[in-house]
């Protein structure tokens, strides 16, 4: 019989005030069941999330980052889902390069009305994390 | 060459088109040149052009009033391109006198090929495909190749593309970005643990000198990230945790300024391969939104332009 | 005058003696850099390739970051413990401008106060010079007062006279040192030639030289002359490389690294040249570049030696090796103006950017 692992990822998620805080807010009063994993930030557009949010992140202990904002083309402030798609695609990317697991860091876009595919985006990150195993990044020795 | 430049810097000054002239002047040490800022016309009889011309001129720009000259490379221009294109610079306060380049030499290549310190060596001089060193009256015969920096090695723009007054005929790019990118190719051939590995202990020595940061020309926020203190994002403490963030976003937020230009690696005083990260990280820019750092002065930079439909499959 | 010598061979074997007892540095390529590192063992071939370690010897009394302590909270209360360095440590093969920075900045952390932290290192390290053969283009060492190639700054000096060492003890920590060592031969008065011959030889290949002679009234003259501070410091990019790596070079700054029930508080270099070194919450009063460059080299040759009767500076060159964009310290004492000039500019209150 396989020991069930105590360990359960840590999830941070940067939610665009509009549409995706929405979206989350969706999935819980529609009793959509999803991993208690995440901790969510509400930030005012998904264009807000710098890579030293996500790093940051990464550097305090969380397995994961999530970043979701609203659909491209329907952003509350016009560009700002725009801007975020081009940063966030250069942090996956340049972090794969120096090392960082690529499940680690995660974005969607997650309307308001789409709270089950809030939900199903937070189940899919937390299995692929647990395949990955604690984020031991930081903690250990250097040098 | 360096006649012609200097006639025309004088000339600028004296016709009053320009406040400054920032060039290059011969060095204190051997190999070597420095950044010169002249105000008077005769002082601008000191310029040089000379395979050691390495500094990024483009950075003090920013920090000068008034109408400048500069004498640009091929490596500069763009850099200055790059900051007209994020409104730093406006193009009418800038005269750039383009200086085309065949390559600068790393000093750095030729002590360890040679065995020893630049101050123990003779004279170097390149002869088209060949490099002659010359040490304690031996001379020794080296493949241009191997003594020019990697940068230049994988240059496409030789000659500055934006130039007001262009000094020496254009040089052909060699365009072949392979050379020069052996230590990003041996990277990628890790695991993702070794390479995290392998940057955990290069870190391991950063001092937070910040100087990759001070020349580079797309640091010109006024005040850093590292500098803030509410929030704390990055410790002020030089742990290898601090230095590897720090490094990792500063290479974010340059990314589609940075020219490749190599300086951050050729000042770091302890040796850490910085351009393993932006060569990776142009090569990036380069494959995912077809951009190429300061190439078109009136191009949107890259970071606030967008296309309607791209990154299809990084995004859920 | 030295009446001992060890043989090359030997050193190997020296230290391995020392290391029963002490932990031994020597100059070190391991991680990337030269610097002094713990000794592996084995390694002896530092010999070869030592010139001088571009991270100085003060980084073995006053690291680049060091602990000072760590708290914890529990349920009665808070826990504090103290970083202790009591470790009894050799530093080999030291030249003689680093020891003789290490004895200028002992004025600053043994002054009214003392660091707890440097004095505790200082008294349980040994220092062991070893004299210059191959000085760098850069090294002005002669026109500070330092001899490259004898010091009295350290506990042993070795002087390098062909396949051995003669060794001069200084101090009686050297010669108790010394003492416990088998591997000491005697010297022969035809070795304390060699030495004497390999002094002169290697002082003439010190070429730069800069006039110290009242250099810091030539600065005090010239302080408020905006026009040539504003030259000097024309290509300074501010980077720090200069203050972080002179072994002469003290400033530190302290923070606090804290979580929930849990801290550390760190020590760590800082420096003059950076912009927001004196930031204040209202003001900046030196903002500007040609200011903090200004700060740089009067408080070098000029407010040091007001306060302690020596020039902070020991000529070894790594502000000009390691400087990005070339900035020659001897160029620019070599050009401050002898007279005060014609038209004294005064610096007024309005040249002072406030940053609300």
Redesign the interface.
């Known amino acids: 019989m396989e020991q069930k692992s105590k360990w359960e990822p840590k999830i941070v998620g940067f939610l665009c005030k509009w549409c995706s805080y929405a979206g989350a807010d969706l999935a819980g009063t529609s009793r959509r069941k999803y991993p208690a994993n995440v901790r969510i930030l509400k930030v005012p557009c998904s264009g807000r999330v710098d890579?030293?949010l996500i790093?940051?992140g990464l550097?305090l202990g969380f397995d994961g980052v999530v970043v979701s904002g609203c659909h491209?083309?329907d952003c509350h402030y016009q560009?700002g889902n725009?801007?975020a798609?081009?940063?966030?695609?250069?942090?996956?990317?340049?972090?794969?390069?120096?090392?960082?697991?690529e499940g680690r860091i995660?974005?969607?876009?997650v309307s308001a009305s789409e709270g089950d595919k809030f939900a199903r985006?937070v189940a899919?990150i937390t299995k692929g994390l647990k395949e990955i195993g604690p984020n031991k990044?930081?903690t250990g020795g250097?040098? | 060459m360096e006649q012609k430049l200097r006639k025309e810097a004088r000339k600028l000054l004296e016709e009053g088109e320009v406040d400054y002239i920032i060039g290059f002047a011969p060095?204190?040490?051997?190999f070597?040149?420095?950044?010169?800022?002249a105000?008077g016309k005769e002082e601008v009889a000191s310029l040089v052009i000379n395979p050691f011309m390495v500094?990024n001129l483009a950075?003090?720009l920013t920090?000068m009033p008034g109408r400048v000259g500069i004498v640009a490379k091929g490596c500069d221009s763009r850099s200055i391109v790059s900051l007209i294109q994020d409104n730093q610079v406006t193009r009418e306060n800038v005269v750039i006198i383009g200086v085309p380049c065949s390559g600068l030499i790393d000093i750095v290549k030729i002590e360890k090929l040679a065995g020893k310190?630049r101050?123990?060596i003779d004279n170097i001089a390149l002869q088209g495909e060949k490099a002659a060193v010359i040490v304690g009256g031996q001379k020794t015969e080296l493949f241009t190749k191997e003594v020019l920096f990697d940068n230049c090695l994988a240059c496409e723009f030789p000659t500055p593309q934006e130039y007001d007054i262009l000094i020496g005929e254009p040089v052909a790019a060699t365009c072949n970005r392979e050379l020069g990118q052996e230590k990003m190719k041996e990277?990628?051939g890790m695991t993702?643990?070794?390479?995290?590995?392998?940057?955990?202990?290069?870190?391991?020595?950063c001092?937070?000198?910040?100087?990759c940061?001070?020349?580079c020309p797309a640091c010109f926020c006024e005040r850093c990230?590292v500098?803030e203190s509410q929030p704390q994002?990055v410790?002020?403490?030089?742990?290898?945790?601090d230095n590897l963030?720090f490094q990792?976003?500063r290479?974010?937020?340059v990314?589609g300024r940075c020219t490749d230009c190599g300086?951050c690696e050729?000042?770091c005083?302890?040796?850490?391969p910085l351009r393993s990260l932006t060569e990776?990280?142009y090569g990036?820019?380069k494959e995912?939104?077809n951009y190429e750092a300061g190439t078109d002065k009136n191009a949107p930079p890259?970071?606030?332009a967008?296309e309607?439909?791209?990154?299809k499959d990084?995004?859920? | 005058m030295t009446n001992k010598k060890i043989s090359k061979k030997d050193i190997g074997k020296l230290l391995e003696g020392w290391s029963r007892e002490f932990t031994v540095f020597v100059p070190s390529k391991d991680?990337?850099?030269t610097e002094m590192a713990k000794w592996d063992g084995k390694d002896t071939g530092f010999f070869e390739w030592y010139?001088n370690t571009?991270?100085p010897a003060k980084s073995s009394f006053l690291p680049?970051?060091e602990k000072m302590f760590s708290f914890q909270k529990d349920t009665d209360g808070y826990h504090l413990e103290l970083s202790q360095d009591q470790q009894k440590r050799i530093l080999f093969g030291i030249r003689p401008c680093d020891a003789r920075a290490i004895a200028i900045i002992d004025n600053v952390f043994t002054d009214s106060y003392e660091d707890p932290y440097y004095v505790s290192k200082r008294k349980n390290t040994v220092l062991i010079g070893l004299n210059c053969t191959?000085p760098?283009?850069?090294c002005f060492c002669t026109s500070l007062g330092v001899k490259p190639t004898q010091s009295v700054d350290v506990d042993l000096m070795l002087t390098d006279i062909g396949d051995e060492f003669s060794v001069e003890e200084i101090t009686d920590k050297g010669k108790e040192l010394l003492a416990a060592a088998s591997v000491v031969k005697k010297a022969t008065k035809a070795d304390d030639a060699k030495a004497k011959t390999v002094t002169a030889a290697v002082s003439g290949m010190v070429k730069r030289k800069v006039d110290t002679k009242d250099i810091a009234k030539k600065l005090q003259a010239c302080f408020s002359d905006k026009d040539y501070w504003e030259?000097v410091a024309?290509?300074c990019?501010?980077?720090?490389?200069c203050t972080?790596?002179c072994p002469t070079c003290y400033c530190f700054?302290i923070?606090d690294?804290l979580s929930k029930k849990q801290g550390t508080r760190?020590r760590?270099?800082d420096?003059c040249g950076?912009s927001?070194y004196t930031r204040m919450p209202m003001e900046n009063p030196r903002e500007e570049?040609w200011r903090r460059v200004r700060q740089k080299v009067c408080h070098k040759y000029e407010f040091y030696p007001m306060n302690f009767d020596v020039i902070a500076c020991t000529g070894c060159g790594r502000c000009?090796?390691?400087c990005?964009?070339?900035?020659?310290i001897?160029?620019i004492l070599s050009s401050v103006p002898a007279e005060q000039p014609a038209k004294k500019k005064v610096v007024s209150e309005k040249d002072v950017s406030y940053r609300y």
Not at chain 2, 32 to 37: A, E, F, Q, V
């Open positions: 890579p030293l790093l940051k550097r491209p083309g560009t725009y801007r798609r081009r940063r966030i695609a250069l942090t996956k990317k340049f972090l794969e390069y120096m090392g960082v697991p995660q974005a969607s876009w985006v899919d990044l930081f250097g040098q | 060095g204190s040490l051997k070597s040149t420095t950044p010169l800022i105000k500094n950075k003090f920090e310190d101050d123990e990277l990628e993702p643990e070794q390479r995290w590995e392998f940057w955990k202990c290069q870190f391991g020595r001092i937070m000198c910040y100087a940061r001070q020349v990230f500098e994002w410790l002020p403490v030089p742990k290898w945790q963030i990792i976003i290479n974010i937020h990314a300086e050729r000042v005083p302890v040796n850490i990776k990280m990036l820019v995912m939104f890259l970071m606030t967008y309607y439909e791209e990154v990084l995004i859920r | 991680r990337g850099v010139r571009v991270i680049a970051m191959n760098y283009d850069s030259k024309a290509n990019v501010s980077c720090g490389i972080l790596l700054d923070c690294e760190y760590r270099w420096s950076f927001i570049k000009i090796r390691l990005p964009v070339n900035w020659d001897i160029q």
